[in-house]
């Protein structure tokens, strides 16, 4: 889920549209509202979120460390101004990348991706779990071989799941990061219908299902795990890095 924080409903409702269009989980705050967030969420509510948006900092240039105090995850600040002294402030303020706009949806995306990848120290653009291959970026995932496109819904699940093969995800996590935290208008057995769809089409393409499913305790795909070339324990840990609270 990403969330986009701007002291302006225009901007915010016209983000949350955009990544709404692009099957992505977002949310939209005032700055003051983002701080309350941030100090009264649970550690498993803050595990949800991906990636923040920062528009208009004026008045709330402490807003980037204040979010490191919470959570490991890409701080993007959105520009409307094109000069290199704003740029260089807003990194100086602890931002990781700073995106001029107007921009789109799917840059966004492909911006924090790359973060997450420096972030958990892998230099490849994919992640592997058996014959499973996953690019972040947005390219159908390689399954068997060949590759498999999939609805918005289950490339997410299958995204998450491959983020965190071997480890046991639940049904509200999932939801979490497909739906947003606070979607009320679906309801949350509606994970069960697209993790379904997703094994079937995994089923046919492996010849078996490697998503193990426990009642209450949630899924896990078990599969050996390498990012590229890197060692599986290297991958393992740069994401733990990058999920891990601060």
Known sequence: MFMIVDKRELVLEGYRKSFKREGVASV???PGDFRSWLETSSRHDRAAVEAVLLGDLADCEDLPAIIRRYLSIPVIALSEMHSLEQVLKLFSVGVDDVVRKPVHVREILARAHAIMRRMGSRGDDCVTVGEIRFYPDGRPPVVGGEP??????????LEHLV????RRITKQQLFNTVYGLFEDS???SVIESHISKLRKKLRQRLGHDPIDSRR???????????AGREDADLASGGLEAMREIA
């Not at 496109?149 to 699940?157: A, G, K, M, N, T």
């Not at 983020?163 to 071997?166: S, V, Y």
């Not at 209450?216 to 390498?226: E, I, V």
């Open 28 to 30: 939209g705050f005032k």
């Open 148 to 157: 498999l496109p999939l609805p918005r819904r289950e490339y997410r699940i």
């Open 163 to 166: 983020m965190n093969a071997g």
């Open 186 to 188: 679906v309801e949350e």
């Open 216 to 226: 209450y305790l949630g899924y896990c795909l078990n599969a050996p795990r390498h």
